[in-house]
Each structure stands twice: as C-alpha cells, then as structure tokens.
C-alpha cells in the first residue's frame, strides 16, 4: 500500500498540508452536494420551547437533524484522509456516538427531556476522558499525563482522578453550551467554524511542530498534525452545511449536530493539554450558553435568582431587548470571539 503513494502524483499525499486541503475540500462538497438530498429522510422542527417565539416560528417545519448527515460525512472523510491512532478512532467514534444520542431525540416525538440528555454526555464525557488518559500515559515516557499552562513554563503532572474530573466537565460543558447556541441562523456553525480554524493552526504549525513547541515551552504533540487533519476535516463539512444554513436557513443542525460538534471542540482542547484554550477558542458560545445554564441550575436547584432580567442564550436577550436582527447577532458574536481567540492565544503561547 506504502509504495502506492510513492508513485506519481500519489506521493502528494504522504503531505500533511495535501491531506488538510483535501480533507477540507472533500467534506465541504460533500455537505454541499450531497446534504439536500437527505431533506425529505430527515425529522422536521417542530418549534422550540425555550426560544423567542418568531424564532421559533421560522424554524418550524424545516428539515432538521442534519447533524446526522455532515457528522457522517466527517466520520467519512476522516476515515479516507487522517492517519488515525487509537486515539483519534475514539474521538471520531464519540463524536458520532454523541450525534446519534441527538439525532435519536430530534426525530423523537416527544423531547427526551434534559436530565435523560445531560446523563447520556456525561457517560460519553466520562467514557472518552478515560480513554485519553489511557492512551495519553501509555504513551508517555515516564507513564505521567501532563497538562501545560499559560504563565507556567514547564508542564504539571495530573492524577487521573483529576484528569478525569476536569475532562468530563470540559466535555460536558462543551457540548452543552454549543447546542444552547444552536439558535439563530448561522450563529453555532460560524463560531464552531472559528473555534475549528484556530484548534487546526495550533495542532498542525504548532504542537505539531518539534521546533515550534519547542520554542515556545509547549509539549510536542507526536499525532498534532492528524489532529490538525481532523478539525480541518470537521470545518470542510460544517462548512458545507453553513452553506444551507446561512440566513434564512434551508435546514437544521439539530441536537444531532450541536451536541457533536460541542463534543468535538471539547475533545480537541483535551488534545491540546491545556484545558484553558477553550476559552480562547470558544469563550462567546460559554458565555452564550452557559451563562444560562448556570442561571437554570441556581434556581432549580438551590432557589437562588441570578441575572433576572436577563434573556438566555443570551443570543434571544440582545434580539428581544436590544432589536438586533439575526445578521447583527452573527456579525457581532463573530468579531468578539475572533477578539478574544487572538488576544488569548497570543497570551497563552507567547507568556510561558
């Protein structure tokens, strides 16, 4: 099979830099040419029960779910493109695992209910933070697992009931401030698109760069660059889905997607080793999201009263209270959180 790629123009694929671009182009026209087609097999909204209700009224009644298709195509891709490990097998087969527990409840007549939803991230959270601790010590020279961060220079070993503590609420977190996103035309899938862009520079020019991570007191990560292939694979489909859903959309991501994608973001900063580049590449969709869930879980649980007169998402706050349009809301959220994934990133790796 080796002395295939040496023959020709076969041997353009033995390049990282090849398989990113393919894999990048191969996902977006696959979700581009392919995704209409499945329209009539999906489930169709059927109105949301937190959200304005002119959002909820122009969501109605179109395709959704589409998470199940573009994921698919990614799982695809990845499979034709990224030199995968063990471990990169396990984030693909999550991430899909993750979208079919939300594809299951958007075509479910009657909604599965949050608790049932918030168990089942939290196994598949649980489940995939062991399995990178697993492979992250087999792998490592002394059997340790290190998380490195900004203003420390060298690494700190973590315990894995530690790892496993930070990694499940990192997942967690992820996957359900993306889907409380999931809102406004466009909104979820630009700033995934973003957080996806930035994970794919940092895997592939730096922590997968001996050189680079070495100047910059960061660990070498030996698969940074299949990682790379794999965010650039995931932003080529979402692309492609970006395509239809721009305002007004044609079609919905659903929980199938939102939860997939949130998943994945969360599985790629646990790649990373340091768990504070969420923030940097995903601090508006936690504001956005969390923010809101934190408000939730004080009242249900502890009856305390936080931010009354706020909206959540807060993405519904700024349109209801402030008049903005949909465009506005995207543009706005956009320039903030390129903003702020310039400037901390900037912070994390220059400040060791």
Request: proline letters at 2%; zero cysteines.
């Given at each position: 099979m080796q002395d295939a790629f040496n023959f020709g123009p076969a041997r353009l694929l033995q390049s990282y830099a090849v398989l990113i671009s393919v894999s990048l182009y191969l996902g977006f026209v696959c979700s581009v040419k392919l995704l209409p087609k499945f329209y009539n097999l999906l489930p169709h909204d059927r109105g949301r029960e937190f959200a304005l209700a002119s959002t909820s009224e122009a969501a109605k009644g179109k395709p959704t779910g589409a998470g199940v298709v573009f994921i698919t195509f990614f799982v695809l891709v990845c499979l034709l493109c990224v030199p995968m490990s063990g471990l990169e097998l396990a984030a693909v087969a999550f991430t899909w695992l993750?979208?079919?527990?939300?594809?299951?409840?958007?075509?479910?007549v009657t909604s599965w209910g949050?608790?049932?939803?918030?168990?089942?991230?939290?196994?598949?959270?649980a489940g995939f933070t062991a399995i990178m601790y697993f492979f992250l010590a087999k792998f490592s020279e002394d059997g340790a697992v290190r998380f490195w961060f900004p203003f420390v220079t060298n690494p700190v070993a973590i315990p894995f009931w530690l790892y496993m503590i930070v990694g499940t609420v990192l997942l967690w977190t992820s996957i359900n401030t993306t889907n409380c996103t999931d809102g406004v035309d466009g909104l979820s899938s630009t700033l995934i698109l973003v957080a996806l862009m930035a994970l794919g520079i940092i895997f592939y020019v730096i922590l997968g760069h001996v050189d680079i991570a070495k100047y910059?007191?960061?660990?070498?990560?030996?698969?940074?660059?299949?990682?790379?292939?794999?965010?650039?694979?995931?932003?080529?489909?979402?692309?492609?889905?970006?395509?239809?859903?721009?305002f007004p959309s044609s079609v919905l991501m659903g929980d199938a997607g939102s939860r997939a994608l949130g998943f994945f973001i969360g599985a790629c900063v646990l790649a990373t080793g340091n768990p504070f580049i969420l923030i940097a590449t995903s601090l508006v969709i936690l504001l956005n999201g969390g923010t809101g869930l934190i408000k939730v879980a004080l009242l249900r649980f502890f009856k305390i009263k936080i931010f009354s007169n706020v909206r959540f998402p807060l993405h519904d706050h700024v349109r209801k209270n402030l008049g903005w349009s949909p465009t506005q809301v995207l543009l706005k959220f956009l320039i903030v959180q390129l903003l702020v994934t310039i400037f901390t990133l900037g912070i994390f790796f220059k400040i060791r």
């Open positions: 993750t979208m079919l527990s939300g594809f299951l409840d958007d075509r479910s949050e608790y049932l939803k918030g168990a089942l991230d939290l196994i598949l959270s910059l007191l960061v660990p070498h990560l030996k698969t940074g660059a299949a990682w790379g292939i794999m965010t650039f694979a995931m932003a080529g489909t979402l692309m492609g889905y970006l395509w239809h859903n721009a």
